[in-house]
């Protein structure tokens, strides 16, 4: 199975002060809207889901549904892809972004691609939950830009793929 781990576009979220918890709720600017529209066009065209997951937050549940009406396939909204919230450890962050990962992966048994779509924060704890990294180890971040596309690959073998990291060529 593949697995699509999309970052929402801009949002009025980026704007807030740098040490903001990222539980705020603040819709897509319309340059985030652009670069939503740009990434849906290169998903459809180049590796179309079969199913969407999505942040029940309001930037990233924008982005989904956007996608979900471009490629014609369902979305299913779920509050564990929420970016890390206030008073959350990061333990507990880790172990959130683990256990959702399971649950996807266990209810997606059936696409052979699905997507994400999430935050910086949480896809970052989806990529270390993948690669198995211990939970200690905190000191480690995948980038993701806006609209930024990971896309990662669980294959028959005993070994998982990254085929490619925080991709962003559609906005070129």
């Known amino acids: 199975m593949q697995i699509l781990l999309i970052r929402h576009g801009e949002s009025e979220d980026d704007f807030l002060e740098e040490n903001y918890e990222g539980t705020t709720d603040l819709p897509l600017t319309i340059k985030g809207v652009e670069q939503v529209e740009k990434m849906c066009r290169r998903v459809s065209e180049e590796f179309p889901p079969e199913f969407i997951w999505s942040s029940t937050l309001l930037r990233a549940s924008e982005t989904a549904e956007t996608l979900s009406n471009t490629i014609q396939c369902a979305v299913t909204f779920l509050d564990d892809l929420r970016e890390m919230q206030d008073m959350?450890?990061?333990?507990?962050?880790?172990?959130?972004?683990?256990?959702?990962?399971?649950?996807?992966?266990?209810?997606?048994?059936?696409?052979?691609?699905?997507?994400?779509?999430?935050?910086?924060?949480?896809?970052?704890?989806?990529?270390?939950?993948?690669?198995?990294?211990?939970?200690?180890?905190?000191?480690?971040?995948?980038?993701s830009n806006n609209t930024g596309i990971h896309l990662l690959e669980y294959t028959d073998h005993p070994y998982k793929l990254i085929r490619f990291s925080n991709s962003t060529t559609h906005l070129n």
Not at 94 to 105: E, M
Not at 124 to 137: A, D, G, N, V, W
């Open 88 to 143: 959350e450890s990061e333990f507990n962050f880790r172990l959130r972004a683990q256990n959702v990962l399971s649950y996807i992966r266990e209810n997606s048994a059936n696409y052979k691609r699905i997507a994400i779509i999430s935050h910086g924060g949480m896809i970052t704890k989806i990529i270390e939950s993948f690669l198995q990294l211990p939970p200690e180890i905190n000191d480690v971040w995948f980038n």
